[in-house]
């Protein structure tokens, strides 16, 4: 009888295409952004976190605007829980997800540096919005 020993190890996480964060990018002016190693559920991924002036006059408008983008450059919604968020996906980058919320309930509404970008460019909250972009569901 033969035994095998398997080791586990470590996968990385898979990252977005650099397209999906050029994209990203052209949504508006990008005020703050980081990128982020973690778990979702038991998988690995790599988050790239944006918070983006789109020049909407309330977050409504912000989400709708970021997703009306989103829908000319041939991404199709997959989640709609408007007026707080909306999912996408692009047939165009396989597995590429990005994730647009409204500031007031995005992760970064708390967060101390994003808070300092937002009042050292003297943008209005209501015109922003937070995206994140990762490959996964």
């Known amino acids: ?13 898979e990252d977005v295409d650099p397209g999906v964060l050029e994209e990203v990018n052209k949504i508006g002016a990008v005020i703050w952004k980081e990128r982020n190693e973690g778990l979702m559920g038991t998988e690995a991924v790599v988050t790239h976190a ?20 989103l829908h000319s450059r041939n ?7 408007r007026p707080h968020n909306v999912w996408l996906k692009s047939s165009r980058w396989e597995g590429a997800t990005i994730a647009a919320y409204a500031w007031s309930v995005s992760e970064e509404f708390d967060q101390p540096e994003a808070m300092k970008a937002i009042e050292s460019r003297g943008v209005k909250p209501a015109a922003l919005v937070s995206v994140y972009a990762y490959v996964g569901r």
């Not at 009888?1 to 996480?13: E, F, R, T």
């Not at 991404?75 to 829980?81: C, F, G, L, Q």
């Open 1 to 13: 009888m033969i035994s095998l020993l398997v080791g586990g190890c470590a996968q990385q996480p």
């Open 75 to 81: 991404w199709t919604t997959s989640v709609d829980s």
């Open 50 to 69: 944006f918070l983006i002036d789109v020049g909407g006059d309330t977050e409504e408008e912000s989400l709708e605007k970021t997703v009306a983008y």
